[in-house]
T-cell receptor, first 111, second 113 residues
Framework: DTGVSQDPRHKITKRGQNVTFRCDPI?????LYWYRQTLGQGPEFLTY????????KSRLLSDRFSAERPKGSFSTLEIQRTEQGDSAMYLC?????????FGPGTRLTVL | AQSVTQLGSHVSVSEGALVLLRCNYS??????LFWYVQYPNQGLQLLLK??????LVKGINGFEAEFKKSETSFHLTKPSAHMSDAAEYFC???????????FGTGTRLQVFP
């Protein structure tokens, strides 16, 4: 399978814990994006990378959120001191030209 | 600033009937427009995209959409619905200056036999 992959698919954590998600983009894609989707809503943009450079971050992204793409390949999204409001589906997408291709998402539940 | 509005959070059609899902956009620059489909517990799949070429765009699974600048619309249609079309559909906008997608709130399509 040569699509976008995300790991884990599901994560249950207790409030206050840190969590990290991984995204592996399509291999020839130099752009990588993170979105968050809550129930009944469309995805909301969080941040994006071109190669290893983080080019834009949403004002929705608090200081507890950090994303990296160290070698311009896979990316990680870390949430520190999780809160119940962080419960959502976290989606990763990649692209080379127009049109983003999405992974299956990581569903986070914060208890 | 850019935004999209999807009219109708739920649409129900009979199998074989016309599917029409509505999307209106707002953009201060020429928009790029997209339709995505999401099946339960899955990521989003790109159906089609408009990036300033032909105004009638054909996508996968028999779907098409027409860009109408005068109406600021990008409605999604399919002549004959199939049971497998039941899913959530999202319209999204971006432009040449940013890759960030702005999504609508989605329309859930139900198809009855």
């Amino acid at each position: 399978d040569t699509g976008v992959s995300q790991d884990p698919r599901h994560k249950i954590t207790k409030r206050g814990q840190n969590v990290t998600f991984r995204c592996d983009p399509i291999s020839e894609h130099n752009r990588l994006y993170w979105y968050r989707q809550t129930l009944g809503q469309g995805p909301e943009f969080l941040t994006y990378f071109q190669n290893e450079a983080q080019l834009e971050k949403s004002r929705l992204l608090s200081d507890r959120f950090s994303a990296e793409r160290p070698k311009g390949s896979f990316s990680t999204l870390e949430i520190q001191r999780t809160e119940q409001g962080d419960s959502a589906m976290y989606l990763c997408a990649s692209s080379r030209l127009e049109g983003q291709f999405f992974g299956p998402g990581t569903r986070l539940t914060v208890l | 600033a850019q935004s999209v509005t999807q009219l109708g959070s739920h649409v129900s059609v009979s199998e074989g009937a016309l599917v029409l899902l509505r999307c209106n956009y707002s953009s201060s620059v020429p928009p790029y427009l997209f339709w995505y489909v999401q099946y339960p517990n899955q990521g989003l799949q790109l159906l089609l995209k408009y990036t300033s070429a032909a105004t009638l765009v054909k996508g996968i699974n028999g779907f098409e959409a027409e860009f109408k600048k005068s109406e600021t619309s990008f409605h999604l249609t399919k002549p004959s619905a199939h049971m497998s079309d039941a899913a959530e559909y999202f319209c999204a906008v971006s432009n040449a200056n940013t890759d960030k997608l702005i999504f609508g709130t989605g329309t859930r399509l139900q198809v009855f036999p």
